[in-house]
């Protein structure tokens, strides 16, 4: 089994999420570390989901050079005490290397990053990142070692840079959205790209989210423009989808899919489908294995949340109270803790314990 490698948190789309209509996925673990990236995942409540449907393979690089199956990881020191997440998955990507042993830049080298880099919140990024550079040194042979480390720290650099810059939200009537901020958002994000990545690797790692983010910003400015009668407008958007490249198209319409499973799920929470005819939503879209893996993570979903409801309820009513001192009040705090959860969850529920605290 793969681990599902689109997730939000590196999401590395140049504009917001709502306008690409991508998916929002499984939520993916908190973390309740100081950096800015861990920051972005503490924002996620729910299991993450390590399944992956047949369409995630579509993106792969056609034939982008041998694989480094010489050099493929036989220590596996990177094992050791894996995250709860990644156990009994699969690597996502696959590294390569060319006849001289030199690292060959692909989409599958940022795919390894992100599948280890998806653990952020079980196990801090340090971690994370040394048990890359584990992988790394196992897998790629020396010269193509230096090179495959120089780009972790650099994608790390993108997405912690990244994860500080206030994003656009645009208007639920997306024909009223803000071109000029949009562009601006874009601009910024491509010049974090191009301080901390050389151009074949922002190139490798983002050609296809690049595209696709000037196909919608396109497509915004053809239903903005007030010249265009309607009639105009859908023919020169039918013109503009027509004109995309093939794997463009894909990507459109699996992020549309995703899209559409997104809306089934909270269509069902607002009690507008039943669980019969979400199941069949989710079976035509993505066939009856998948929709029955996507019941499972609902199941787990809720389990989750009703046990985060219940401590976080617990936890107020003892905060408030407590005739405790701090330290006191501190230490039975973790010992309730433990109780309600597993070891490999509790630095997660910490993570929204505080983010719940800044909110209330």
């Known amino acids: 089994m793969t681990r599902f490698s689109v997730i939000m948190l590196f999401a590395c789309l140049t504009i917001p999420a709502v306008l690409l209509v991508a998916f929002t996925g499984p939520d993916t673990p908190a973390n309740d570390t100081d950096t800015p990236l861990a920051n972005l995942s503490a924002q996620r409540a729910l299991p993450v989901n390590n399944t992956r ?82 992988y790394l040194g196992d897998a790629l042979p020396a010269p193509a070692l230096a090179s495959a480390l120089n780009l972790m720290q650099g994608y790390v650099n993108v997405l912690q840079e990244r994860s500080e810059l206030r994003p656009y939200e645009p208007p639920l009537d997306l024909a009223q959205a803000d071109l000029m901020a949009i562009r601006s958002q874009k601009q910024a994000l491509m010049d974090i790209n191009e301080r901390h990545l050389p151009p074949e690797a922002i190139e490798a790692f983002f050609a296809e989210d690049i595209a696709f983010d ?116 501190s230490q039975e705090l973790d010992a309730r803790r433990q109780l309600h959860f597993e070891p490999h969850e509790l630095r997660r529920v910490r993570a929204l314990e505080s983010l719940w605290t800044k909110g209330s």
């Open 53 to 134: 449907t047949d369409t995630d393979n579509k993106h792969r690089d056609p034939d982008p050079g041998p694989a480094a199956g010489n050099h493929a990881p036989n220590n596996r020191t990177w094992r050791h005490n894996l995250p709860h997440s990644l156990a009994g998955t699969d690597i996502d990507g696959q590294l390569r290397v060319d006849a001289d042993g030199k690292l060959l830049i692909t989409r599958d080298l940022r795919l390894v990053f992100d599948y280890f880099l998806s653990a952020l919140g079980e196990e801090p990024l340090d971690v994370i990142l040394s048990r890359i550079r584990s």
């Open 214 to 329: 000037q196909f919608m910003l396109s497509r915004l400015e053809i239903l903005q423009n007030d010249e265009l009668g309607e009639r105009e407008k859908a023919q020169q958007i039918r013109l503009l989808e027509e004109s995309l490249p093939e794997k463009i198209t894909q990507t459109r319409a699996r992020r549309q899919r995703f899209q559409d499973l997104n809306d089934y799920r909270l269509a069902a929470e607002r009690n507008e489908l039943d669980s019969t005819e979400l199941h069949n939503l989710r079976e035509q879209a993505v066939g009856s294995d998948a929709a029955k893996r996507l019941a499972k993570l609902d199941q787990q979903r809720e389990a989750w949340k009703r046990r985060l409801d219940d401590w976080m309820n617990e936890r107020q009513q003892l905060i408030q109270s407590s005739t405790l001192d701090e330290q006191t009040l």
